[in-house]
């Protein structure tokens, strides 16, 4: 099951939304608290949270609790806007693949061998996320 925690505020500027799944939790002793609301992990149960939102995570239990956390993209997020995010954190991986986009830009701007707006137009058209 999933359960969604609904918050009394949001931040707008969030793009990615966490979910946490119960592997091995102390039932009863950990728990996950967003905004002001407070849910205790389950075995098999997944969280779902947006994590701009102030929250703070507890194990009260002698022993160590397990939780698969993943990330995904915000659903009100379009498919060109997620292509560009996975495009920037792709450059923050791997900043050879922002250089290579830059000299792709350049030659494809000098093959036009113009000016001005031919330029900033091929590297627009070179620097394109697909």
Not at 43 to 71: C, Q, W
Request: hydrophobic letters at 40%.
């Amino acid at each position: 099951g999933l359960c969604w925690l609904k918050v009394s505020w949001k931040c707008h500027g969030s793009v990615m939304e966490v979910s946490h799944l119960g592997l091995v939790v102390p039932e009863g002793l950990c728990w996950l608290k967003v905004g002001d609301q407070k849910r205790y992990w389950q075995k098999g149960k997944v969280m779902l949270f947006d994590t701009s939102v102030i929250h703070a995570a507890e194990n009260e239990a002698p022993s160590d609790r397990y939780v698969l956390m993943m990330r995904v993209w915000h659903p009100s997020l379009s498919s060109t806007e997620v292509a560009a995010l996975n495009w920037i954190f792709k450059c923050l991986d791997e900043p050879e693949a922002l250089q290579a986009a830059l000299e792709e830009a350049e030659a494809a701007a000098s093959q036009l061998g113009g000016k001005g707006k031919g330029k900033r137009k091929a590297r627009r058209k070179a620097l394109r996320v697909t």
